[in-house]
């Protein structure tokens, strides 16, 4: 087993660190082979600081995010858990904290929970006994005072790292800054925003964000994803709460034909564009891919977008063309060292 101290923690210290920070969301699995998690890390882990499982994203059921977390940090990934007051009273989200700790796992994004009316099983009861707010105090409440929310102690008392999500493209919209201050100031240590595809809303939103002074007190990471397909894109658009999808994004997707290739080119593409769109805007600390279940594009982003994790070794600038050799005189042949090598 990897020691906890070689992951645990590097998402803290990637945020701390000033560079520009990267994660990414792998699938949670829909069977019970542990493989299938580590497959899929492995196609992401060299270009990440950390990886989010979801908990049943949409209301629709997969395992639960706690097992695949624990199989990451036995890889030697930081994972953050979603966890989700849909399903849970805040006995269950206590106990699954500690249960998380147990395992080596200290990031926890808190979130409220797709309703599931949205998902396969709509018949299902929510609980909602806390929401997202009051989950960040928690988390925030058993590490500070070392005790249960009765007052009870915890010995030893776990160490967990919370955050949360932001929802810009969610009306109405000029509350969306208004409730990510509240979740700050209930001790959300970092921000991972929802999909970003309409830029202008995004901008407007972190104008709000940096005139609370929010992005002066937690690190705001803009969450980006690739369109896979024209159906992919439609549906986001038309049935994803909380979701902008402009218009020509999905002409664009559709001009790049039936041919699979091209089609998968396209939408990495956009991705890249829009991360590069994002970079000029003020407050952002990084960026969060979400590549819905197409692990495989997380490498050609980074590499397109130039994204680099910063708990990562500086990579080597691309070789320059060698110039052809000039004769010079003996005494003016002496350089100084090339800056980067």
């Not at 580590?38 to 950390?50: E, F, G, N």
């Not at 977390?69 to 269950?92: F, K, S, V, W, Y």
């Not at 999909?195 to 005139?211: A, L, P, S, T, Y």
């Not at 070789?319 to 042949?333: C, T, Y």
Request: aromatic share 4%.
């Amino acid at each position: 087993m990897i020691p906890a101290e070689s992951y645990r923690g590097r998402l803290e210290r990637a945020l701390r660190s000033g560079r520009p920070v990267v994660t990414c969301e792998i699938g949670s699995p829909d069977g019970t082979d542990p493989a299938d998690v580590r497959k899929r890390a492995k196609l992401v882990r060299d270009y990440v600081d950390a990886v989010n499982v979801p908990d049943n994203t949409g209301g629709v059921v997969h395992a639960a995010p706690i097992a695949a977390c624990a199989i990451l940090a036995q890889e030697g990934i930081d994972p953050i858990l979603h966890m989700t007051c849909r399903d849970r009273n805040r006995m269950a989200l206590q106990s699954d904290m500690l249960a998380a700790n147990l395992f080596g796992i200290r990031n926890i994004l808190c979130l409220t929970g797709d309703h599931m009316i949205h998902g396969d099983q709509p018949q299902t009861k929510p609980v909602y006994d806390i929401d997202s707010i009051a989950l960040i105090d928690v988390a925030n409440h058993l590490t500070t005072t070392g005790t249960y929310l009765s007052g009870r102690a915890i010995k030893p008392p776990p160490d967990l790292f919370p955050g949360c999500a932001a929802a810009p493209f969610a009306p109405p919209y000029e509350y969306r800054p208004v409730r990510l201050g509240k979740k700050v100031q209930a001790g959300a240590r970092f921000v991972q925003t929802q999909i970003v595809f309409n830029v202008d809303r995004f901008r407007e939103f972190m104008g709000r964000v940096h005139d609370l002074g929010i992005d002066k007190k937690v690190p705001i990471l803009a969450g980006v994803a690739p369109i896979r397909s024209v159906k992919a894109a439609t549906f986001m658009r038309d049935e994803v709460p909380g979701m902008e999808v402009p218009d020509r994004l999905v002409r664009r997707m559709e001009a790049a034909g039936d041919d699979k290739k091209k089609r998968e080119a396209e939408g990495i593409a956009i991705c890249v564009e829009i991360i590069e769109e994002i970079r000029k805007i003020p407050g952002i600390a990084g960026f969060h891919i979400m590549p819905i279940a197409w692990e495989s594009a997380v490498a050609k982003i980074s590499r397109d977008a130039h994204l680099q994790p910063a708990t990562a070794a500086p990579r080597p600038p691309p070789e320059a063309p060698v110039p052809a050799p000039i004769a010079v005189p003996v005494s003016a042949a002496s350089v100084s060292p090339v800056r980067g090598t």
